[in-house]
């Protein structure tokens, strides 16, 4: 039976306090004795993050313009509209040019006209 990706985040966790509080730490060692991958291990102890606990990278809004999507979905059905895939989408592209345009992004996208071409076919 395979391992959880939790239960090996566990051990590498553990494989870290140990390896802080040894004069001499040996990773590929605490890997072994822990039953953990050492690469995992060796990135874990030089700084990186778990998977678990960095941001997503393949998500175009922030929280609050999802929320901002959200209240507009909302909103549509209060009035009684069903939403649209086109109007969800020109609704988050409008919210992404304008905080392009506005330079409210840390890192803008090259092109402002190009956000959520999603295909409607």
Do not use: H
């Not at 039976?1 to 730490?25: F, Q, T, V």
């Not at 999802?66 to 009684?80: F, H, M, P, R, T």
């Not at 895939?85 to 506005?102: E, F, G, H, P, Q």
Request: with cysteine; aromatic share 4%.
């Amino acid at each position: 039976m395979s391992e959880g990706y939790y239960e090996i985040e566990d051990r590498i966790e553990e494989a870290c306090s140990i390896l802080s509080e040894s004069k001499k730490p040996n990773v590929a060692v605490a890997a072994r004795e822990l039953a953990v991958p050492e690469s995992c291990l060796c990135a874990r102890w030089k700084g990186r993050q778990a998977k678990s606990a960095q941001s997503p990278t393949n998500t175009r809004l922030t929280n609050t313009e999802e929320l901002a999507v959200g209240l507009y979905l909302k909103s549509l059905d209060q009035i009684g509209t069903s939403a649209r895939l086109s109007m969800v989408t020109d609704c988050a592209n409008s919210i992404l040019k304008r905080n392009c345009l506005a330079g409210n992004t840390d890192t803008p996208p090259p092109n402002c006209e190009s956000f959520l071409d999603i295909p409607l076919s």
